[in-house]
């Protein structure tokens, strides 16, 4: 009896399924419409430097209010003042999004200062060029904390607004090296994995609990970014890096499309779960002769948003 109504399911899914399928084709073919942000209020972490600050400015394109938190205060004022300049509402907080206590404390004040979060762009990171044997417990716990913990606080504390509200947009910066691996940065990729991991699993239980239609979830990907020229030069890449102008372009226009999953490039997340289909040894052939990897290890550790 179980079998039978396993394989009811089975037939149930193809029937619906395959439908499903084809009208996705279908519209990924069609120009998708793009949701208005303007008058939005937008929490951006990491906001002060490099791929946090563009996407704060091209959300404020956009007219949408934004909200600095960063622990660097000096660049998070400028990128507010940037903001300003664009016509919109912007505000820095000083917080380390690492630790929990300063991300709850953020709820009241931002709500009280500019109102609700509608979109939580999780964006604050570290990116040691380190191996899993190397750095200090206290170096690893504050790559941990910032990559990974501090987006378990932010949604923890952002995301039951959304769904009482029912609306509300999260968005991680996760790394290629979430679908392709980086030796001599395993910490990092293993906190990337963790983002991804979070996301996918967070998405399916709002869906689940069926807030799916108005709390959207989008998760990027991001490839060696040109600021960082120390681990640019410390691997022989074929593919060229790319800029945070770039990838903060690609990740507004996946929060105005409600796109769940994008890559920057947008070909490498398709190109690297393509070559996920092969062997082990076929992906390292992959890896080897068509990226071309070098991995030149560098023994240093430094931070960076």
Same mark, same amino acid.
């Given at each position: 009896m179980f079998y039978i109504l396993v394989l009811k399911d089975f037939i149930l899914v193809?029937?619906?399924?395959?439908?499903? /399928?084809? +009208?996705?084709?279908?519209?990924?073919?069609?120009?998708?419409?793009?949701?208005?942000?303007?008058?939005? /209020?937008?929490?951006?972490?990491?906001?002060g430097n490099g791929i946090g600050r563009e996407i704060a400015l091209k959300l404020a394109?956009?007219?949408?209010?934004?909200?600095?938190?960063d622990v660097d205060c000096v660049a998070g004022r400028e990128t507010v003042k940037d903001c300003e300049?664009?016509?919109?509402?912007?505000?820095?907080?000083?917080?380390?999004?690492?630790?929990?206590?300063?991300?709850?404390? /953020?709820?009241?004040?931002?709500?009280?200062?500019?109102?609700?979060?509608? &979109? +939580?762009? #999780?964006?604050?990171g570290l990116m040691p060029i380190l191996s +899993?044997?190397?750095?200090?417990?206290?170096?690893?716990?504050?790559?941990?904390?910032? #990559?990974?913990?501090? #987006?378990?606080?932010t949604c923890r504390t952002f995301l039951g607004g959304m769904i009482e509200r029912k609306k509300g947009h999260v968005v991680c910066i996760a790394s290629a090296s979430s679908i392709h691996p980086?030796?001599?940065a395993t910490i990092y990729t293993g906190t990337k994995w963790g983002v991804a991991g979070l996301m996918a699993a967070l998405e399916e239980e709002v869906r689940n609990e069926g807030h799916g239609n108005y709390v959207k979830f989008t998760t990027v990907y991001p490839y060696f970014v040109a600021t960082r020229k120390d681990l640019v030069e410390s &691997?022989? /890449?074929?593919?060229?890096?790319?800029?945070?102008?770039?990838?903060?372009?690609?990740?507004?226009?996946a929060i105005l499309r409600n796109e769940k999953d994008v890559s920057v490039?947008?070909?490498?997340?398709? +190109?690297?779960?393509?070559?996920k289909n092969f062997t082990a040894e076929v992906q390292h052939l992959i890896r080897e002769r068509m990226f071309r990897e070098k991995f030149v290890l560098v023994r240093k550790y430094e931070g960076h948003k």
């Open positions: 193809l029937v619906i399924g395959i439908p499903m /399928l084809f +009208l996705k084709l279908f519209q990924k073919l069609l120009p998708k419409n793009e949701k208005t942000v303007a008058g939005e /209020l937008a929490l951006v972490t990491g906001g394109q956009k007219k949408c209010n934004i909200a600095i938190v300049a664009l016509g919109v509402k912007a505000k820095f907080f000083e917080a380390d999004v690492g630790k929990s206590d300063q991300v709850f404390a /953020l709820l009241k004040t931002i709500e009280y200062e500019m109102g609700f979060v509608d &979109i +939580l762009v #999780n964006n604050a +899993l044997r190397e750095g200090t417990p206290s170096e690893v716990d504050r790559i941990v904390q910032t #990559n990974f913990l501090s #987006n378990i606080w980086m030796p001599g &691997i022989n /890449l074929r593919f060229p890096a790319i800029t945070a102008q770039e990838t903060a372009k690609v990740t507004v226009g490039p947008t070909y490498l997340f398709f +190109l690297s779960k393509f070559a």
